[in-house]
Antibody
Framework: EEQLVQSGAELKKPGESLKISCRGS????????IAWVRQMPGKSFEWIGI????????TYSPSFEGLVTFSADKSASTAFLEWHSLKASDSAMYFC??????????????WGQGTLVTVSS | DIVLTQSPGTLSLSPGERATLTCRAS???????LAWYQQKPGQPPRLLVY???ARATGIPDRFSGSRSGTDFTLTISRLEPEDFAIYYC????????FGHGTNVEIK
């Protein structure tokens, strides 16, 4: 079964750093784009960007460029989303999602279960 | 960026009824790159339809997608109890953007 499993919920303080993970299994992790998506409570989805684990090629949404960093360890079939200085406004559910097929432009196939990030002093 | 406007915001229907959800794009969606997702509380979204009208693996045929120009429609022919959820459209031809969702609730 193709699936993505994300790391657990996080409670952090403003200014702290954070790195959450998304581990894939059941498929060749290196050959499918992974997208990161934010969902604020009661809201729709915002695309943060994508990473290709095979060569760590990345594209960020202009809204998130410079605020977050993607990385991937293809040997561990894991993608990461990182913040260097969190703000309260970063509090949200974060999902990783694998592209349905091996194209840069594709819908989401398997999704991770989500990682809830709460930033509060 | 392409803006997707979904209507209605809420659809109140009974099991067995037909549901028609609409998604209007602010500009042409490249290569028919329009998908629909279902999300239930506490769960990630599930892909229902992509490429305007192709059903994803395991999706029952009561779900169908169509297009007229920049208007896209998801139809659920006969609502089952498990179909009450929030539905989102998404364009993936140029990065990703999502509509704000239609909540299909039990009347």
């Amino acid at each position: 079964e193709e699936q993505l499993v994300q790391s657990g919920a996080e409670l952090k303080k403003p200014g702290e750093s954070l790195k959450i993970s998304c581990r894939g299994s059941g498929y060749n992790f290196a050959t499918y784009w992974i997208a990161w998506v934010r969902q604020m409570p009661g809201k729709s989805f915002e695309w943060i960007g994508i990473i290709y684990p095979g060569d760590s090629d990345t594209t960020y949404s202009p809204s998130f460029e410079g605020l977050v960093t993607f990385s991937a360890d293809k040997s561990a079939s894991t993608a990461f989303l990182e913040w260097h200085s969190l703000k309260a406004s970063d509090s949200a559910m974060y999902f990783c999602a694998r592209h349905l097929y091996g194209s840069r432009n594709a819908p989401a196939g398997p999704w991770g279960q989500g990682t809830l990030v709460t930033v509060s002093s | 960026d392409i803006v997707l406007t979904q209507s209605p915001g809420t659809l109140s229907l009974s099991p067995g009824e037909r549901a028609t959800l609409t998604c209007r794009a602010s500009q042409s969606v490249r290569d028919s790159s329009l998908a629909w997702y279902q999300q239930k509380p506490g769960q990630p979204p599930r892909l229902l339809v992509y490429g305007v009208s192709a059903r994803a693996t395991g999706i029952p045929d009561r779900f169908s997608g169509s297009r007229s120009g920049t208007d896209f429609t998801l139809t659920i022919s006969r609502l089952e109890p498990e179909d009450f959820a929030i539905y989102y459209c998404q364009q993936y031809g140029s990065s990703w953007t999502f509509g704000h969702g239609t909540n299909v609730e039990i009347k």
